[in-house]
């Protein structure tokens, strides 16, 4: 086997242009297999965190029906029982009740659809970092009396400023239509355009004076000490409480459940694609090699080696070859992702807004892992054996005594 190695190795680089090409190749494509891949990770996992950290959380309670209904009157009724179940719960970090009203909201200049977020702002900064994305103003001011929390967009959309008067209009408990005026306290950037333009946050207490003379809640927004534990709270608290629904965050957001499941698989069809096209370039390369050999083939067929150890040799020459081109290109491609997932990778040049449309941010911090890297070395490997298999077969049928007389 050592002989056959080093026979393999040195007939690589008898053409060193050639195999340089695939080489090349190999790296190139390798190099952007990985890329697109870690970019992706970093994609799925921004905004994973963006909607754990900033909204959704690692659990949420409901009235059952309040998700497909969006009611006003649909209301958590259990609320302090859940509370102290909550508070005395090891598992919970923190927990954060909200009020949600659908709406409009309305300034001198113009009048936009809007989501009604009602918090209670100390719970909220306990729970959820999204007064991190403050821009300008002060997170609902206690110095003001029915402040509202904006998004950019919708100020750039309403043409208002920090301290001028707003509408909020929207439904109480009884179904009527009623309206109640909040001063602009400031206003906030989350780098998710549809978000950023339809969303507004008020104090639980002021919605709670105009729907029902005093504070209900639609939700129950909770954070655990582990993500992990989120099936097993969600099943107590379903199993001890009547009229609620608890949900993990994978069961509200179906985009998260296809996303954390699929993030396992693409990168591998991602490389499957690219190597599929590297098979045909060492194909090519491999049944060159092999009619410029016909007379060396023979001739150990002739003395002796027998024809196992020729196809040895020629898979040998593939899998060398190709991991070879393999080995730079993973270098190459740890090195890029290296750097970037410290740095970030701006996408602005490339359409950086349009992320936002989408709910990404712009910088991306790409990531593979080391089990992408176990999974690429393999298909590598595979994709090398299976193209030298055609070469290896097509040097067999050769017949020592007819190539040695010509």
């Given at each position: ?174 179904n009527e239509i009623t309206s109640g005026a909040f001063i602009v306290s400031g206003i906030f950037r989350t780098g998710q355009t549809i978000y950023d333009e339809q969303t ?44 609620i629904s608890a949900e993990t965050w994978l069961e509200l957001s179906p985009e998260m459940r296809y996303m954390t499941q699929f993030s396992g698989t693409y990168m591998v069809y991602i490389m499957i694609v690219i190597l599929f096209a590297l098979a045909f370039g060492i194909l090519n390369t491999m049944t060159m ?118």
């Open positions: 086997m050592k002989m056959l190695l080093s026979i393999a190795w040195r007939n690589i680089w008898r053409h060193p242009g050639r195999s340089g090409v695939l080489i090349g190749s190999i790296v190139a494509g390798l190099w952007a297999g990985i890329m697109v891949s870690s970019w992706g990770n970093g994609l799925i996992d921004q905004r994973m965190n963006n909607v754990i950290n900033e909204e959704l959380t690692h659990a949420q309670i409901h009235h059952p029906e309040f998700l497909t209904e969006r009611e006003p009157r649909m209301f958590i009724e259990p609320f302090d029982e859940i509370t102290s179940f909550l508070e005395s719960d090891s598992r919970v970090k923190s927990f954060s009740p909200r009020t949600l009203l659908d709406g409009m909201v309305q300034s001198s200049a113009t009048t936009s659809g809007a989501r009604i977020i009602g918090i209670d702002k100390n719970r909220e900064r306990e729970t959820t970092i999204f007064h991190q994305n403050l821009v300008q103003g002060e997170y609902l001011s206690d110095d003001v009396r029915h402040p509202v929390f904006i998004g950019e967009k919708l100020q750039n959309k309403l043409n208002v400023e920090i301290g001028e008067r707003i509408v909020l209009t929207f439904q109480n408990l009884e507004v946050y008020v104090k639980n207490e002021d919605l709670g004076e105009l729907i029902a003379d005093q504070p209900v809640y639609h939700e129950i927004a909770m954070m655990l000490h582990d993500s992990e534990l989120s099936d097993q709270i969600v099943s107590d608290l379903n199993r001890e409480f009547n009229n090699a092999i009619f410029e050999r016909t007379k060396e083939l023979g001739m150990l067929m002739a003395i002796g080696m027998n024809k196992v150890r020729i196809f040895v040799m020629i898979m040998l020459e593939s899998v060398m070859l190709t991991l070879t081109g393999a080995a730079f290109g993973m270098f190459v491609g740890y090195l890029t992702v290296n750097y970037f997932n410290k740095n970030g990778l701006d996408l602005t040049a490339v359409g950086g807004d349009s992320f936002e449309i989408w709910g990404y941010g712009a910088l991306v911090y790409p990531y593979v892992t080391p089990q992408e890297y176990f999974y690429v070395t393999l298909l590598v490997i595979a994709t090398a054996m299976l193209a030298a298999v055609y070469p290896a077969l097509k040097a067999l049928k050769l017949v020592p005594g007819e190539v040695v007389r010509d």
